[in-house]
Protein backbone atom coordinates (compact mmCIF):
# COMPACT_ATOMS: atom_id res chain seq x y z
CA UNK A 1 0.00 0.00 0.00
CA UNK A 2 1.06 3.63 -0.98
CA UNK A 3 1.72 5.03 2.70
CA UNK A 4 2.36 8.64 0.75
CA UNK A 5 -1.66 8.57 0.67
CA UNK A 6 -2.55 8.33 3.67
CA UNK A 7 -2.37 12.35 5.63
CA UNK A 8 -0.38 12.82 8.20
CA UNK A 9 -2.89 15.22 10.01
CA UNK A 10 -2.27 16.51 13.81
CA UNK A 11 -5.36 18.10 15.40
CA UNK A 12 -7.90 18.28 18.47
CA UNK A 13 -11.26 16.21 18.23
CA UNK A 14 -14.12 16.72 20.85
CA UNK A 15 -16.09 13.98 22.25
CA UNK A 16 -18.70 13.80 24.92
CA UNK A 17 -17.58 13.27 28.44
CA UNK A 18 -17.82 9.45 29.79
CA UNK A 19 -17.19 8.91 33.01
CA UNK A 20 -15.71 5.49 34.36
CA UNK A 21 -13.86 2.78 33.37
CA UNK A 22 -13.51 -0.14 30.17
CA UNK A 23 -14.40 -3.40 31.78
CA UNK A 24 -11.30 -5.44 32.45
CA UNK A 25 -12.28 -8.28 30.49
CA UNK A 26 -12.62 -5.44 27.33
CA UNK A 27 -9.59 -3.93 28.03
CA UNK A 28 -7.31 -6.96 28.56
CA UNK A 29 -8.96 -7.89 24.86
CA UNK A 30 -8.28 -4.58 23.49
CA UNK A 31 -4.28 -4.56 25.13
CA UNK A 32 -4.02 -7.72 23.15
CA UNK A 33 -5.71 -6.50 19.68
CA UNK A 34 -3.84 -3.28 20.12
CA UNK A 35 -0.33 -5.44 20.35
CA UNK A 36 -1.23 -7.54 17.34
CA UNK A 37 -2.47 -4.50 15.28
CA UNK A 38 0.47 -2.60 16.35
CA UNK A 39 2.89 -5.71 15.74
CA UNK A 40 1.59 -5.93 12.03
CA UNK A 41 1.84 -2.07 11.12
CA UNK A 42 5.82 -1.99 12.77
CA UNK A 43 6.62 -4.82 10.93
CA UNK A 44 5.44 -3.57 7.15
CA UNK A 45 5.65 0.34 7.56
CA UNK A 46 8.31 0.81 10.67
CA UNK A 47 7.49 2.11 13.98
CA UNK A 48 8.01 5.99 12.31
CA UNK A 49 4.20 5.04 10.64
CA UNK A 50 3.10 4.17 13.95
CA UNK A 51 2.97 7.41 15.15
CA UNK A 52 1.66 9.29 12.32
CA UNK A 53 -1.05 7.07 12.23
CA UNK A 54 -1.54 7.67 16.07
CA UNK A 55 -1.26 11.52 15.26
CA UNK A 56 -4.03 11.16 12.84
CA UNK A 57 -7.33 11.79 14.52
CA UNK A 58 -9.75 9.85 12.11
CA UNK A 59 -7.34 6.62 11.79
CA UNK A 60 -6.99 7.13 16.18
CA UNK A 61 -11.16 6.86 16.29
CA UNK A 62 -11.19 3.75 13.24
CA UNK A 63 -8.55 2.36 16.43
CA UNK A 64 -10.45 2.90 18.84
CA UNK A 65 -13.31 1.63 17.36
CA UNK A 66 -11.94 -1.83 16.02
CA UNK A 67 -11.16 -2.62 19.36
CA UNK A 68 -14.50 -2.59 20.47
CA UNK A 69 -14.72 0.93 22.89
CA UNK A 70 -17.61 3.49 22.41
CA UNK A 71 -17.05 5.25 18.74
CA UNK A 72 -17.56 8.72 20.23
CA UNK A 73 -17.05 8.66 23.91
CA UNK A 74 -14.10 10.39 25.42
CA UNK A 75 -12.56 7.29 26.98
CA UNK A 76 -12.07 5.79 23.44
CA UNK A 77 -8.33 8.52 24.12
CA UNK A 78 -7.77 7.33 27.28
CA UNK A 79 -8.82 3.71 27.34
CA UNK A 80 -6.77 3.13 23.97
CA UNK A 81 -3.62 4.79 25.16
CA UNK A 82 -3.48 2.71 27.90
CA UNK A 83 -4.44 -0.70 26.03
CA UNK A 84 -1.51 0.45 23.50
CA UNK A 85 0.69 0.78 26.51
CA UNK A 86 0.46 -2.59 28.29
CA UNK A 87 -0.14 -4.53 25.02
CA UNK A 88 3.35 -3.68 23.66
CA UNK A 89 4.68 -4.16 27.20
CA UNK A 90 8.07 -5.98 27.60
CA UNK A 91 8.28 -5.57 23.84
CA UNK A 92 9.54 -2.16 23.53
CA UNK A 93 12.77 -2.38 22.38
CA UNK A 94 12.25 -5.43 19.80
CA UNK A 95 9.55 -2.77 18.50
CA UNK A 96 11.73 -0.07 18.46
CA UNK A 97 8.49 2.04 19.25
CA UNK A 98 7.61 3.22 23.01
CA UNK A 99 4.77 4.65 24.89
CA UNK A 100 5.07 6.83 28.12
CA UNK A 101 2.48 9.29 30.17
CA UNK A 102 -1.16 8.29 30.52
CA UNK A 103 -3.85 9.30 32.44
CA UNK A 104 -3.79 11.92 35.74
CA UNK A 105 -0.98 11.26 38.05
CA UNK A 106 0.78 8.60 35.07
CA UNK A 107 0.58 11.76 32.58
CA UNK A 108 3.11 13.61 35.55
CA UNK A 109 5.38 10.55 35.25
CA UNK A 110 6.00 10.88 31.71
CA UNK A 111 9.59 12.71 32.07
CA UNK A 112 10.73 10.35 34.38
CA UNK A 113 9.70 7.62 31.93
CA UNK A 114 11.22 8.98 28.98
CA UNK A 115 14.76 9.62 31.21
CA UNK A 116 14.56 6.03 31.95
CA UNK A 117 14.00 4.64 28.37
CA UNK A 118 17.00 7.08 27.14
CA UNK A 119 19.32 5.31 29.67
CA UNK A 120 17.83 1.92 28.66
CA UNK A 121 18.18 2.65 24.84
CA UNK A 122 21.07 5.04 24.39
CA UNK A 123 18.41 7.91 23.76
CA UNK A 124 19.11 11.62 24.92
CA UNK A 125 16.09 12.14 26.21
CA UNK A 126 16.07 16.08 26.83
CA UNK A 127 14.54 16.73 22.69
CA UNK A 128 11.72 14.22 24.20
CA UNK A 129 10.91 15.83 27.67
CA UNK A 130 10.96 19.15 25.65
CA UNK A 131 8.42 18.24 23.09
CA UNK A 132 6.43 16.68 25.98
CA UNK A 133 6.22 18.99 28.48
CA UNK A 134 6.02 22.18 25.38
CA UNK A 135 2.72 20.43 24.13
CA UNK A 136 0.73 20.44 27.11
CA UNK A 137 2.03 23.69 27.93
CA UNK A 138 0.58 24.56 24.01
CA UNK A 139 -2.36 23.08 24.79
CA UNK A 140 -3.10 24.45 28.32
CA UNK A 141 -1.91 27.74 28.08
CA UNK A 142 -1.08 29.59 24.78
CA UNK A 143 -4.66 27.67 23.48
CA UNK A 144 -7.08 28.54 26.06
CA UNK A 145 -9.82 27.24 24.75
CA UNK A 146 -11.91 25.68 28.11
CA UNK A 147 -10.59 22.27 28.24
CA UNK A 148 -8.54 21.29 31.26
CA UNK A 149 -5.68 18.88 30.40
CA UNK A 150 -5.89 15.51 31.54
CA UNK A 151 -4.44 13.09 29.94
CA UNK A 152 -0.99 13.09 28.09
CA UNK A 153 0.55 9.72 25.99
CA UNK A 154 3.79 10.24 24.42
CA UNK A 155 4.80 7.53 21.82
CA UNK A 156 8.44 7.96 20.29
CA UNK A 157 10.90 5.37 18.30
CA UNK A 158 14.42 4.69 18.81
CA UNK A 159 15.49 7.34 16.23
CA UNK A 160 13.99 10.26 18.40
CA UNK A 161 10.70 10.53 16.50
CA UNK A 162 7.86 11.37 18.61
CA UNK A 163 3.84 12.04 18.62
CA UNK A 164 2.07 13.24 21.19
CA UNK A 165 -2.22 12.36 22.20
CA UNK A 166 -3.53 14.34 25.07
CA UNK A 167 -7.05 15.31 26.01
CA UNK A 168 -8.62 17.88 27.89
CA UNK A 169 -11.73 18.52 29.52
CA UNK A 170 -14.69 21.09 29.83
CA UNK A 171 -16.99 20.34 32.99
CA UNK A 172 -19.39 23.25 31.55
CA UNK A 173 -20.24 21.87 28.14
CA UNK A 174 -19.22 18.36 29.41
CA UNK A 175 -16.80 17.53 26.39
CA UNK A 176 -13.62 16.53 25.99
CA UNK A 177 -11.02 17.61 23.49
CA UNK A 178 -8.51 15.73 21.84
CA UNK A 179 -5.00 17.09 20.82
CA UNK A 180 -2.57 15.44 18.19
CA UNK A 181 0.93 16.69 17.76
CA UNK A 182 3.13 14.98 14.71
CA UNK A 183 6.66 15.65 15.74
CA UNK A 184 7.79 15.50 11.91
CA UNK A 185 4.97 17.87 11.13
CA UNK A 186 5.86 20.54 13.80
CA UNK A 187 7.98 23.32 12.21
CA UNK A 188 7.12 25.42 15.71
CA UNK A 189 5.34 24.38 18.69
CA UNK A 190 4.24 28.31 18.88
CA UNK A 191 3.00 28.82 14.92
CA UNK A 192 0.10 26.21 13.81
CA UNK A 193 1.47 23.43 15.39
CA UNK A 194 -1.47 21.50 14.50
CA UNK A 195 -2.41 20.97 10.70
CA UNK A 196 -6.07 19.48 11.31
CA UNK A 197 -8.39 20.10 14.05
CA UNK A 198 -11.50 18.22 14.62
CA UNK A 199 -14.56 19.39 16.42
CA UNK A 200 -18.09 19.92 16.90
CA UNK A 201 -18.37 22.33 18.99
CA UNK A 202 -16.62 25.70 19.48
CA UNK A 203 -16.14 28.97 21.61
CA UNK A 204 -14.62 31.48 22.17
CA UNK A 205 -10.54 31.24 22.80
CA UNK A 206 -7.26 33.01 23.57
CA UNK A 207 -5.35 31.02 20.58
CA UNK A 208 -2.23 32.43 20.69
CA UNK A 209 -0.53 29.98 18.08
CA UNK A 210 -2.81 31.33 15.28
CA UNK A 211 -0.46 32.13 12.48
CA UNK A 212 -2.15 36.11 13.11
CA UNK A 213 -1.24 35.95 16.23
CA UNK A 214 2.42 36.24 15.39
CA UNK A 215 2.68 40.22 15.77
CA UNK A 216 1.37 39.63 19.28
CA UNK A 217 3.85 36.12 20.03
CA UNK A 218 6.75 39.01 19.67
CA UNK A 219 5.18 41.58 21.43
CA UNK A 220 4.26 39.41 24.35
CA UNK A 221 7.68 38.33 24.61
CA UNK A 222 9.15 41.70 24.49
CA UNK A 223 6.99 42.86 27.19
CA UNK A 224 7.89 40.41 29.16
CA UNK A 225 11.90 41.12 29.00
CA UNK A 226 11.74 44.85 27.87
CA UNK A 227 9.28 45.93 30.33
CA UNK A 228 10.00 46.46 33.99
CA UNK A 229 7.85 44.32 36.43
CA UNK A 230 6.79 48.17 37.86
CA UNK A 231 5.69 49.19 35.19
CA UNK A 232 3.58 46.32 33.60
CA UNK A 233 1.92 45.79 37.05
CA UNK A 234 1.29 49.54 36.56
CA UNK A 235 -0.32 48.81 33.09
CA UNK A 236 -2.12 46.35 34.44
CA UNK A 237 -4.21 48.12 37.37
CA UNK A 238 -4.79 50.40 34.66
CA UNK A 239 -6.63 47.72 32.28
CA UNK A 240 -8.79 46.23 34.87
CA UNK A 241 -10.29 49.81 34.97
CA UNK A 242 -11.63 49.37 31.84
CA UNK A 243 -14.68 48.01 29.88
CA UNK A 244 -13.10 45.21 27.25
CA UNK A 245 -14.88 44.30 23.98
CA UNK A 246 -18.34 42.30 24.66
CA UNK A 247 -16.54 39.75 21.79
CA UNK A 248 -13.03 39.24 23.31
CA UNK A 249 -12.31 35.79 25.98
CA UNK A 250 -10.12 38.08 27.46
CA UNK A 251 -11.62 39.25 30.84
CA UNK A 252 -9.43 41.08 34.02
CA UNK A 253 -12.18 39.40 36.87
CA UNK A 254 -9.17 36.73 37.79
CA UNK A 255 -6.13 39.11 36.97
CA UNK A 256 -4.55 39.97 40.22
CA UNK A 257 -1.74 41.84 39.70
CA UNK A 258 -0.06 41.63 43.07
CA UNK A 259 -0.29 37.79 42.79
CA UNK A 260 1.65 37.68 39.36
CA UNK A 261 4.52 40.32 40.21
CA UNK A 262 6.63 37.27 41.43
CA UNK A 263 6.23 35.44 38.00
CA UNK A 264 6.89 38.62 36.14
CA UNK A 265 10.23 39.66 38.09
CA UNK A 266 11.78 36.16 37.29
CA UNK A 267 10.96 36.58 33.22
CA UNK A 268 12.46 40.00 33.47
CA UNK A 269 15.77 38.65 35.17
CA UNK A 270 15.64 35.41 33.07
CA UNK A 271 15.25 37.35 29.30
CA UNK A 272 13.66 34.71 27.14
CA UNK A 273 14.30 34.85 23.66
CA UNK A 274 10.98 34.76 22.27
CA UNK A 275 7.36 33.44 23.08
CA UNK A 276 8.48 30.07 22.53
CA UNK A 277 11.04 30.17 25.59
CA UNK A 278 8.52 32.20 27.63
CA UNK A 279 6.22 29.87 27.27
CA UNK A 280 8.36 26.92 28.46
CA UNK A 281 9.79 28.94 31.62
CA UNK A 282 8.52 27.11 34.90
CA UNK A 283 5.90 29.24 36.19
CA UNK A 284 4.53 30.47 33.18
CA UNK A 285 0.82 29.62 33.12
CA UNK A 286 -2.83 30.52 31.68
CA UNK A 287 -3.03 33.17 34.40
CA UNK A 288 0.59 34.80 33.26
CA UNK A 289 -0.34 34.53 29.11
CA UNK A 290 -3.50 35.96 29.75
CA UNK A 291 -2.09 38.71 31.72
CA UNK A 292 0.67 39.63 29.09
CA UNK A 293 -2.09 39.56 26.21
CA UNK A 294 -4.09 42.23 27.68
CA UNK A 295 -1.57 44.44 27.47
CA UNK A 296 -0.27 43.41 24.29
CA UNK A 297 -3.67 44.51 22.83
CA UNK A 298 -5.14 47.18 24.85
CA UNK A 299 -1.86 48.65 25.95
CA UNK A 300 0.41 48.26 22.98
CA UNK A 301 -2.51 47.78 19.88
CA UNK A 302 -1.60 44.13 19.15
CA UNK A 303 -4.29 41.74 19.63
CA UNK A 304 -3.61 38.42 19.54
CA UNK A 305 -5.98 35.30 17.93
CA UNK A 306 -9.40 34.76 19.82
CA UNK A 307 -10.17 32.03 16.57
CA UNK A 308 -10.99 28.75 18.10
CA UNK A 309 -8.69 26.77 16.38
CA UNK A 310 -10.84 23.93 15.93
CA UNK A 311 -11.07 24.18 12.30
CA UNK A 312 -12.44 20.21 11.10
CA UNK A 313 -15.83 17.89 12.79
CA UNK A 314 -15.25 15.03 14.29
CA UNK A 315 -14.19 11.79 12.80
CA UNK A 316 -15.89 10.87 9.09
CA UNK A 317 -19.07 12.48 9.66
CA UNK A 318 -22.96 11.72 9.90
CA UNK A 319 -25.19 9.40 7.41
CA UNK A 320 -27.14 12.15 8.00
CA UNK A 321 -25.06 15.39 7.15
CA UNK A 322 -24.65 16.09 10.70
CA UNK A 323 -21.91 17.61 11.59
CA UNK A 324 -20.89 17.18 7.91
CA UNK A 325 -21.25 14.20 5.33
CA UNK A 326 -19.24 11.22 5.44
CA UNK A 327 -15.94 11.93 4.40
CA UNK A 328 -15.56 8.45 2.40
CA UNK A 329 -12.29 9.09 1.20
CA UNK A 330 -10.92 9.27 4.67
CA UNK A 331 -13.07 6.80 6.03
CA UNK A 332 -12.31 3.98 2.96
CA UNK A 333 -8.36 4.93 3.85
CA UNK A 334 -8.70 3.88 7.83
CA UNK A 335 -10.90 0.79 7.20
CA UNK A 336 -8.40 -0.58 4.79
CA UNK A 337 -5.09 0.64 6.97
CA UNK A 338 -6.99 -1.56 10.02
CA UNK A 339 -8.59 -4.43 7.48
CA UNK A 340 -4.84 -4.93 6.45
CA UNK A 341 -3.15 -4.81 9.91
CA UNK A 342 -5.82 -7.32 11.34
CA UNK A 343 -5.25 -9.37 8.42
CA UNK A 344 -1.62 -9.39 8.77
CA UNK A 345 -1.67 -9.71 12.43
CA UNK A 346 -0.84 -12.20 14.38
CA UNK A 347 -4.63 -12.69 16.25
CA UNK A 348 -5.95 -15.88 18.00
CA UNK A 349 -9.20 -16.87 16.24
CA UNK A 350 -11.32 -15.26 19.10
CA UNK A 351 -10.03 -11.59 18.50
CA UNK A 352 -9.31 -11.68 14.56
CA UNK A 353 -13.60 -12.71 14.72
CA UNK A 354 -14.68 -10.26 17.07
CA UNK A 355 -12.16 -7.26 15.12
CA UNK A 356 -13.66 -8.91 11.90
CA UNK A 357 -17.62 -8.72 12.98
CA UNK A 358 -17.12 -5.43 14.20
CA UNK A 359 -15.76 -4.17 11.16
CA UNK A 360 -18.69 -6.26 9.17
CA UNK A 361 -21.16 -4.15 11.58
CA UNK A 362 -20.70 -1.23 10.27
CA UNK A 363 -20.98 -2.32 6.97
CA UNK A 364 -17.77 -2.83 5.55
CA UNK A 365 -16.84 -6.14 5.31
Known amino acids: MNTAAIPTRTGIANLPLHYGQAPRWLFDRMAKLAREITLAIVADYGPEEMLRRLSHPYWFQAFGCVLGYDWHSSGVTTVLCGALKEGIKGLERDLGFFVAGGKGKTSRRTPAELENWGELISLDPAPLVYASRMSAKVDSAAIQDGYQ?????????????????????????????????????????????????????????????????DPARSTIAEIATNE??????????????????????????????????????????????????????????????????LISE??????????????????????????????????????????????????????????????????IL
Open 149 to 213: LYHHAFFFTRRGWWAVVQQGMNEKNRYARRYHWLGEAVASFVNEPHSAILSENRGPALNLVASES
Open 228 to 293: KPEKFLADLKKIKTLTLPAHHYLTTADLHPDSIAKILLSTYERQPQDFEELLGLQGVGPKTIRALS
Open 298 to 363: LVYGVPPSYRDPARYSFAHGGKDGIPYPVDKKTYDQSIELLRKAINRARLGLTEKKEAAARLNRLG
